[in-house]
């Protein structure tokens, strides 16, 4: 799932409390590379990840476009994606 402006208080300020995986992502071959990878981790998650009383949502963001948030948000100033395989 993609956070946009139009999505934000519907998934960040959700009803349901969803736990929120939360991963950023800059534009171009690399970028696509990790967030391919991400959702296979997401896709592994709901085969088999834990029960929670909450529900959990893999969420990702562009990395230049939100950059500022995630700074305020977070503390982000940059972020590194590892190989998750």
Known sequence: ??????NFN???KSEEQALVVLA????GGDGKKELEQFQKVAKAWR???RDFSKPVWFVHVEGDKWA???KQAYGFVS??????S
């Open 24 to 27: 950023a992502f800059n534009k």
């Open 1 to 6: 799932m993609k956070l946009t402006t139009a």
């Open 47 to 49: 085969r088999g990840g």
């Open 68 to 70: 500022g948030w995630l």
């Open 10 to 12: 519907e998934i960040m």
């Open 79 to 84: 972020l590194l994606c590892k190989d998750l």
